[in-house]
């Protein structure tokens, strides 16, 4: 197992730079960089793209040719424009300018925000705890509603108990996860209904002078209606997973060996079945986390007015705030690929017959 983790882990390198050079790559060529944000808000406050369905350029470069470049930059002087070139960097080569961010990531230095004047650890390290809140809360109730309701629907397949709930969950999984959100809000944050959670943020502004009773119930008071939001579509997954598992494992021939012997039904079923059953659904928890922290995390971040990372992420590709988004990018990458890693340790973990060495071998 140890050498088959060592190369795993070796897999991370050439996969972050595979991630790295196909993103800066593509960034190259999108319009409205943070030259462009600048020149458009000097220009009036307009966005950085409207200025791109403009006439031509009042701007003349060093040569007395018009700068073609920053379409939107009537006006401005040349030496002003390579200025904040050089400030950003682009005065630079695009591979120099690579190898100069890869270099300083291994040394984790990830720069400092174009517009925020802070460095993008800080930024990611203020917004974790939103995030890690709503990825594991929500990870943590769909597997403690799922597994358990999954079992119950598998012992008994095709009952009107299996129908109705696989009608439910169906239905859940089909609304939209924003729109549940906005649902939410209207029932129960003070829309036109009633008023028993609050519209926004994680905690409340006088958390600091609570008990800590008080700030753990505060905090799940304001947690509440985004994990509910972030977790709806996420039980009919992992409940057809779990049933589907355990119908596969009870129609196997141990299970009726099992039965033969006189075992009860609770012992064949979680003393025979449940570790064999569960495999797939224990060991895809990571995945499922990591699934849930970013991906599902920036609209529920946005109904809510919660900031975390999801959030962190939109507005900095809207800025095109390139430190931050490819800091982050190499980040999450990086997590990704070690639960990857920690997936398969999963498997060992609750199966020790696996054994992907000899599979490779």
Same mark, same amino acid.
């Given at each position: 197992? *140890?050498?088959? &983790?060592?190369?795993?882990?070796?897999?991370? /390198?050439?996969?972050?730079?595979?991630?790295? /050079?196909?993103?800066? =790559?593509?960034?190259?060529?999108?319009?409205? *960089?943070?030259?462009?944000?600048?020149?458009?808000?000097?220009?009036? *406050? @307009?966005?950085?793209?409207?200025?791109?369905?403009?006439?031509? !350029?009042?701007?003349?470069?060093?040569?007395?040719?018009?700068?073609?470049?920053?379409?939107?930059?009537?006006?401005?002087?040349?030496?002003?424009i390579a200025e904040l070139e050089?400030?950003?960097?682009?005065?630079?080569?695009?591979?120099?300018?690579?190898?100069?961010?890869?270099?300083?990531?291994?040394?984790?230095?990830?720069?400092? !925000?174009?517009?925020?004047?802070?460095?993008?650890?800080?930024?990611?390290?203020?917004?974790?705890?939103?995030?890690?809140?709503?990825?594991?809360?929500?990870?943590?109730?769909?597997?403690?509603?799922?597994?358990?309701?999954?079992? +119950?629907?598998?012992?008994?397949?095709?009952?009107?108990?299996? =129908?109705?709930? !696989?009608?439910?969950?169906?239905?859940?999984?089909?609304?939209?996860?924003?729109?549940?959100?906005?649902?939410?809000?209207?029932?129960?944050?003070?829309g036109s209904y009633w008023q028993?959670?609050?519209?926004?943020?994680?905690?409340?502004?006088?958390?600091?002078?609570?008990?800590?009773?008080?700030?753990?119930?505060?905090?799940?008071?304001?947690?509440?209606?985004?994990?509910?939001?972030?977790?709806?579509?996420?039980?009919?997954?992992?409940?057809?997973?779990?049933?589907?598992?355990?119908?596969?494992?009870?129609?196997?021939?141990?299970?009726? =060996?099992? +039965?033969?012997?006189?075992?009860?039904?609770?012992?064949?079923?979680?003393?025979?079945?449940?570790?064999?059953?569960?495999?797939?659904? /224990?060991?895809?928890?990571?995945?499922?986390? &990591?699934?849930?922290?970013?991906? @599902?995390?920036?609209? /529920?971040? =946005?109904?809510?007015?919660?900031?975390?990372?999801? +959030?962190? *992420?939109?507005?900095?590709?809207?800025?095109?705030?390139?430190?931050?988004?490819?800091?982050?990018?190499? &980040?999450?990458?990086?997590? !990704?690929?070690?639960? @990857? &890693?920690?997936?398969?340790?999963?498997?060992?973990?609750?199966?020790? +017959?696996?054994?992907?060495?000899?599979?490779?071998?």
């Amino acid at each position: 197992m *140890g050498a088959y &983790i060592l190369r795993r882990l070796l897999l991370v /390198i050439p996969t972050l730079l595979g991630i790295m /050079i196909v993103n800066f =790559t593509l960034v190259q060529f999108v319009p409205g *960089g943070p030259v462009e944000q600048i020149i458009a808000e000097l220009q009036g *406050g @307009g966005d950085a793209f409207e200025s791109f369905a403009g006439g031509g !350029s009042d701007v003349e470069t060093q040569s007395g040719a018009p700068n073609e470049e920053y379409i939107g930059a009537r006006g401005l002087p040349p030496e002003f424009i390579a200025e904040l070139e050089k400030e950003f960097g682009f005065d630079k080569p695009p591979l120099e300018r690579f190898l100069s961010m890869l270099g300083n990531y291994m040394r984790l230095d990830f720069g400092e !925000s174009y517009f925020r004047s802070v460095s993008v650890i800080d930024l990611v390290l203020e917004k974790m705890p939103v995030s890690i809140s709503l990825g594991l809360w929500s990870t943590l109730i769909a597997y403690l509603v799922s597994i358990p309701l999954g079992i +119950r629907k598998a012992v008994s397949d095709g009952s009107s108990f299996d =129908t109705w709930t !696989s009608g439910a969950i169906i239905v859940a999984y089909a609304i939209p996860g924003f729109l549940f959100a906005i649902l939410l809000l209207v029932l129960f944050a003070g829309g036109s209904y009633w008023q028993i959670f609050p519209l926004r943020g994680l905690t409340s502004d006088n958390f600091d002078q609570l008990s800590p009773l008080g700030k753990v119930l505060d905090y799940f008071w304001h947690i509440a209606l985004p994990v509910i939001a972030s977790t709806i579509s996420a039980f009919a997954t992992l409940t057809l997973l779990t049933k589907n598992s355990f119908l596969d494992e009870i129609k196997k021939h141990y299970v009726m =060996t099992a +039965r033969a012997k006189g075992l009860s039904e609770s012992k064949v079923l979680y003393g025979h079945v449940f570790r064999n059953a569960m495999l797939i659904v /224990i060991a895809g928890f990571p995945a499922v986390f &990591i699934g849930v922290f970013f991906s @599902g995390s920036i609209i /529920i971040e =946005t109904i809510f007015s919660l900031d975390g990372l999801g +959030r962190l *992420g939109f507005e900095a590709a809207v800025a095109r705030d390139y430190p931050v988004i490819f800091g982050t990018l190499f &980040i999450f990458g990086l997590m !990704s690929l070690v639960v @990857g &890693i920690l997936s398969d340790l999963m498997y060992v973990l609750v199966d020790p +017959r696996i054994d992907f060495e000899g599979r490779e071998g």
